[in-house]
């Protein structure tokens, strides 16, 4: 049975809601991405990886087998988070519930704005302030990535954050 979209939806906001940070600092963004690095080289993939703190770049990876492409989709998606605050992946899914997309819905451009799953909103106890994004496996998977490692991080129970199993 595939996971609906309400269900995904649901879980996106429960993962905003419980996986924020009580301090962020170039150190951890180093240790986060340095673990995303080895989650990805796990399933024998790779992405390009980027955690940005107010607009500063505190970590960049392209892995070898990624392309500028990638590299593309990491500024598309995260400015989609800088703008809205919230989940690539969850903006694509309430467009695709709604039948629209994003430029019909904001004119903005899709030249710079993606709302594929990928990007995560940093949180500090409830305030934004930046986005870790990767690019390089399947929307849904690229989201997956950044949560289980964040779950891990922030020790809270992946068993409850995780999206359901698509089919």
């Known amino acids: 049975m595939n996971a609906s979209i309400d269900q995904d939806l649901a879980r996106i906001a429960l993962q905003e809601e419980q996986l924020q940070f009580d301090t962020f600092t170039a150190d951890i ?3 986060l991405g340095t673990l995303l690095k080895q989650a990805v080289e796990a399933l024998g993939k790779a992405v390009v990886i ?3 703190l107010a607009g500063h770049p505190l970590f960049f990876y392209a892995m070898p087998g990624t392309t500028p492409d990638n590299t593309d989709w990491v500024r598309r998606k995260r400015n989609a988070v800088l703008h809205f605050h919230r989940s690539s992946y969850a903006l694509g899914l309430e467009l695709k519930q709604k039948q629209t997309t994003l430029q019909d819905k904001t004119g903005l ?3 710079d704005y993606a709302t594929h799953g990928g990007s995560f909103p940093i949180r500090l106890r409830g305030t934004f302030v930046g986005t870790i994004t990767i690019s390089g496996l399947p ?7 950044i949560v289980a490692v964040l779950t ?6 992946l068993s409850e954050l995780a999206l359901a199993d698509p089919g």
């Not at 849904?140 to 990535?145: A, F, G, L, N």
């Open 29 to 31: 963004a180093w240790q």
């Open 50 to 52: 980027d955690i940005q």
């Open 109 to 111: 451009d899709l030249r």
């Open 139 to 145: 929307q849904r998977d690229d989201h997956s990535v």
């Open 152 to 157: 891990n991080w922030l020790n809270q129970p």
